[in-house]
């Protein structure tokens, strides 16, 4: 079936520091692509996300490329900050539109 | 606009116990999910509302669960009796057409 596999944490980084968190996935036809973060206490937001290969996806400084080729969606940043720090969630849109999550990884960010 | 809507944020119950959430979406959205998020997991669906009819309700552990939304608004999910693998945070999601779904910030259950 459907599934996402995301990088383990934690991914701890110094202030201003380059970001990737790797996700990959398995699909039957051409899911949506997601990219989700919960910050402590809060429930989960929408980041960004892409709808068909070669879509880029992007906000807040954040960035992510659909690869279909490769069946990845990682997670970039260029530059993070301490208010980054939370937990960022990878999934996939299946055909009957239910969300489809990655385990989660947990970014720390210090100063 | 207001979000998504939960209540309780905590509950504490012993096993064998019953518990009901509760979920408000956001105004008028007609679909609706309950995702169980246990610690260190990504949310799995329970079960998903199109109005007030089920659409999906496959990974629903029917023994123990139930869930209803009635008049196509609020929702209710219940467990009787819970057992300590359901400590877990429920969260509820609604979704207009062609958009992407909206989280509330969950209800957090633990089971002693």
């Known amino acids: 079936g459907d599934s996402v596999t995301q990088m383990e944490g934690p991914v701890t980084l110094s202030e201003e520091a380059f970001l990737t968190i790797n996700c990959t996935y398995t699909?039957?036809?051409?899911?949506?692509l997601f990219w989700y973060v919960q910050y402590p206490g809060e429930g989960l937001q929408l980041l960004l996300k892409a709808t068909k290969a070669d879509d880029k996806g992007s906000n807040k400084g954040f960035e992510a490329t659909y690869r279909k080729e490769t069946t990845s969606f990682h997670l970039e940043k260029g530059s993070v900050q301490v208010s980054d720090s939370a937990v960022y969630f990878c999934?996939?849109?299946?055909?009957?539109?239910?969300?489809?999550f990655g385990t989660g990884t947990r970014l720390q960010v210090f100063p | 606009e207001a979000g998504v809507a939960q209540s309780p944020r905590y509950k504490i119950i012993e096993k064998r116990q019953s518990v009901a959430f509760w979920c408000n979406p956001i105004?008028?959205?007609?679909?609706l999910y309950w995702y169980q998020q246990i610690l260190g997991q990504g949310p799995k669906l329970l079960i998903q509302f199109q109005n007030n009819g089920v659409v999906d309700d496959s990974q629903l552990p029917k023994d123990r669960f139930s869930a209803e939304r009635l008049k196509g608004v609020d929702s209710t999910l219940k467990i009787q009796p819970a057992k300590l693998e359901d400590s877990a945070v429920y969260l509820c999601?609604?979704?207009?057409?062609?958009?992407?779904?909206?989280f509330g910030p969950g209800t957090r259950l633990t089971v002693l």
């Open positions: 699909a039957t036809g051409y899911p949506s």
């Open positions: 999934a996939l849109g299946a055909n009957t539109d239910k969300l489809i």
């Open positions: 105004s008028g959205h007609a679909t």
């Open positions: 999601a609604s979704r207009a057409p062609l958009d992407t779904q909206y």
